[in-house]
């Protein structure tokens, strides 16, 4: 048996939008269940991101120290963002934001994985790139504001990293499936087996 995630739209009989926000929303749909029954569902609407997992040739991941609101820490992160535009190619997005954040550049691009970050209360999609072959970027840095003014930037080795997720110490999700992905895709086929950076993306279709 292939064990693979299928789409399925079960029928929804009413929905509304209770709440608008900047980037997001949120949303109930009155949902038919297998019985019959119609049952309500609260989910985020999310409009994408991506994640960047920037390997150096000393095997090391550029990580960065952001305060995030909702849970009260400061988390240590991959570089990622959101995809601002519908449509948008998510590798032109996550060049963006390696450059905005780490000032870095990279020559070799792929997929690492794609994730649905919580499929239980949001739609949100991430595709974690990994990103090799890296240099200092031109030009200005970018101007950083609110939570990105207080940030930290690193270089942490990837046996580091993998410490402190089975640990319990680093908790942010695309650094967690970035890093535990790295090391699988290692340990299987290699790096270069990866899909390439413009691979179809089915959560998130855009035009390459």
Avoid at 34 to 46: I, K, N, S
Avoid at 53 to 80: G, S
Avoid at 90 to 117: F, G, I, M, S
Wanted: net charge negative; with cysteine.
């Amino acid at each position: 048996m292939t064990i693979k995630d299928t789409p399925e739209a079960w029928e929804i009989r009413a929905t509304q939008t209770p709440f608008v926000g900047n980037k997001t929303s949120v949303r109930t749909d009155d949902v038919v269940m297998p019985d019959g029954t119609v049952v309500g569902r609260d989910y985020q609407v999310h409009p994408g991101s991506v994640a960047v997992l920037a390997l150096d040739e000393a095997d090391r991941v550029l990580v960065l120290r952001q305060y995030r609101h909702p849970v009260r820490h400061k988390l240590w992160e991959i570089p990622a963002g959101l995809l601002d535009v519908p449509g948008e190619n998510p590798l032109h997005a996550a060049q963006r934001e390696l450059y905005e954040e780490a000032h870095v550049k990279a020559e070799d691009w792929r997929v690492l994985t794609d994730v649905y970050t919580t499929p239980g209360g949001c739609d949100e999609a991430v595709r974690i790139f990994l990103a090799r072959d890296l240099s200092e970027a031109e030009g200005e840095r970018f101007a950083v504001e609110e939570e990105e003014a207080d940030m930290e930037l690193d270089r942490v080795p990837v046996a580091d990293l993998v410490r402190g997720v089975l640990a319990g110490e680093l908790h942010n999700n695309c650094l967690v499936v970035g890093v535990l992905s790295l090391v699988a895709a290692r340990g299987g086929d290699g790096l270069d087996a990866l899909r390439p950076a413009q691979a179809p993306w089915p959560a998130r279709p855009f035009e390459a």
